[in-house]
């Protein structure tokens, strides 16, 4: 049976098209689309369980995984299987799913699955930014709830001119990389890294990614229109009871504005929250709790979030007494811990990180290798967060996708201002010790000082900070260094990243739509502000980059070298360099640089002694005499002809110097005129034209001898060549006494 295919174009206006098929492919799904630009193609396939879940939330799972079939490549390792996913992967998921979260119904308890693949790759094309696209569209042809479709783009700037969906090389030269998720009337989603941009270009580039994005969502429409929208499923809604919402209002909304109002730390808070919530409890009978407990719970959480919204909107007061734009109190140490390249601490209000710096060769560079990218990051970094740093207690489980998530958003924030020739592999560990909002953030300004602790030499220190958003569709109230709290109670968690003149990073979420643009502004200046604070406390502690890095921290150093001497300064199978490093105490990394093909040696080491014995090797092999120059020169072996010296300022370059080019006199035994050990100085005259050697001589720096006359060339140079000369005296020709050869044998 040959299937019926729907499909529909959208006209990104620069000659590149994006094409949303369905009806082929993945038919046993509640909703499969396969996305399609250039080359590249996603299947996206959408799953949601018809029987409601046990769990108090929604089990929504994004799932963003890149076949390496796609690009003709294996996966790399030993087991030729993908396996986990991968940081970039991930990455991906988390993009896709906070734009998608939302838009589900909030009483929508039933297990769904979004699955995209790619099963095609395209080397200009960059996949991630269409699996928001994708993911939409999947879900507008299945009868699963949603409010509206959406889509993602990726935004880059080069030469000033903005790029829908740039590739790979002109991400590369841009000087921004944003990516932007919205419905065709809110934008929901912003992150993205930016070299020094100021608040009104980020406006500037969240409008051009939203009107592309309109264009996305109607073709989404068109699709499912013409493919035959099917009827929204019906589920069993969240339970309702107006008598008893009315009663937790009456007995708790007061009390909790009070304890709101008090200023309390994040435990006595959650303490007094508790002992309220227990009140309210105990104000019903066991009948009306073995029926209800779990909807009063649930009104119990409604009301105390309109307490604490009200608090602010009407009194302008936060949860710990701040005003709006408050930021919590700030203490910063470097150089906490003794052994480490370099370290910081920062801790603002209860949130609190330890940050390590580790500085090493291009050998440490992390390796990224997925289908559509692959290539090395010498700047890294990973943030931890361990349960303890909010008073819990729970196993560990590994990295997981908010950990990979923040401390790639703290590394893009970082990453643009550590400067092009820093030789090193920098890697940054972030320690969460404790958090109450923003850790982040934390991580952020902590890598900035741990940097400048190990004498990085950053072009310009990096501030973040986090921002809330509390409206009431009338009222809007922008918070400053928002608590863990506020950013669960919030509308907006609003990450923003800079120096003292531009943005470096972003990450913004929304929960509310039609968010005006002139609200976005206003967060945007008021995060500066708060921004600039904070990077005050920063360089109060440190405020240039230390101008070395530490006494026990390795030193490295770069030199190039001919191509063509790399293979003799390695040696057989690696004999001479791992003898170099063995007496040297160094590690030496050996790179060929892309662009002149030159070797470019990395020389790492603790001890200066060590790294100056390899750089003198170095220079030995790059020596080259210049011819009529004197150089001094050691006596290493006594020949019957000569002596073998080396020069001085190269150690290991040898030259004979000829018995006849000791002195002016005869000489007849080379011990005559020098020892082993004797230094001295000899002039270098180039290759002989006779020997093709090297030649230096020391009598020629030396003073004739008086009555010195030179010896006279031999005589034999004309008497005439007798060319009928036998060999030796030997006539051979005439010999009768050969045996005659044996016939052939046939």
Known sequence: MIPQVFREVIDLGDGRTISLETGKLAKQAHGSVVVQMGNAMLLCTVVSSYKESTMDFFPLTVDYREKFA??????????????????????????????????FPSDYK?????????????????????????ASAAIQLSDIPFECPISEVRVGRIDGQLIINPNQAQ?????????????????MMVEGEMKEISEEEMVEVIRFAHEAIKIQCRAQVKLAEAFGKKEIRTYEPAKKDEAIAEKVKELAYDKIYLIAKEAHS???????????????????????????AGLIKTYFYKVEKEAVRELTLAEGLRLDGRKTTDIRPIWCEIDYLPSVHGSSIFTRGETQALATVTLGTSREANQIDMP???GEEKFYLHYNFPPFSTGEAHPLRGTSRREIGHGNLAQRALKNMIPADCPYTVRIVSEVLESNGSSSMATVCAGTMALMDAGIQMVKPVSGIAMGLISDGTRFAVLSDILGDEDHLGDMDF????????ITACQMDMKIKGMPYDVIIKALKQARDGRLHILSKLTDTIAQPNSDVKAHAPKIITRNIPNSMIGAFIGPGGKHIQELQKETGTTIVINEDPTSGEGVIEILGTRPEGIE????????MLFKPQVG??????????????????????????VLLHVSELAWERTENVSDVVNMGDVFEVKYFGLDPKTRKEKVSRKAILPKPEGYVARPPRENNDRPRDNNRDNRGRDNRGRDDRRPREPRKE
Not at 82 to 88: F, H, K, L, T, W
Not at 495 to 502: I, M, N, P, Q, S
Request: aromatic content about 6%; proline content about 3%; overall charge negative.
């Open 70 to 103: 796609s690009a003709g490549r294996f996966p790399g390792g030993f087991f030729k299987r993908e396996a986990r996913p991968s940081d970039g992967e991930v990455l991906t998921m988390r993009i896709v799913d906070r734009v998608l979260r939302p838009l």
């Open 110 to 134: 039933t297990e769904t699955q979004v699955m995209i693949q790619l099963m095609s790759h395209d080397e200009n094309v960059m996949p991630d930014a269409l699996a928001g696209l994708a």
């Open 171 to 187: 991400l590369d030269i841009s000087d921004l990389d944003m990516i932007i998720g919205a419905s065709e009337d809110s934008v």
């Open 266 to 292: 994040k435990r006595e808070r959650g303490e007094a929250f508790s002992a309220v919530k227990d009140e309210v409890l105990a104000a019903f009978t066991e009948e009306e709790l073995a029926e209800n």
């Open 372 to 374: 559509s990218f692959q």
């Open 495 to 502: 990450k923003v990243t800079g120096t003292k003149d531009g």
């Open 613 to 620: 014995a390899v750089l003198a090797r170095l220079e030995s």
């Open 629 to 654: 120059n004197v150089y001094e020169v050691k006596v290493i072996k006594m020949l019957d002809f000569g002596a073998v010296v080396e020069y001085i300022e190269a150690p290991g370059n040898e």
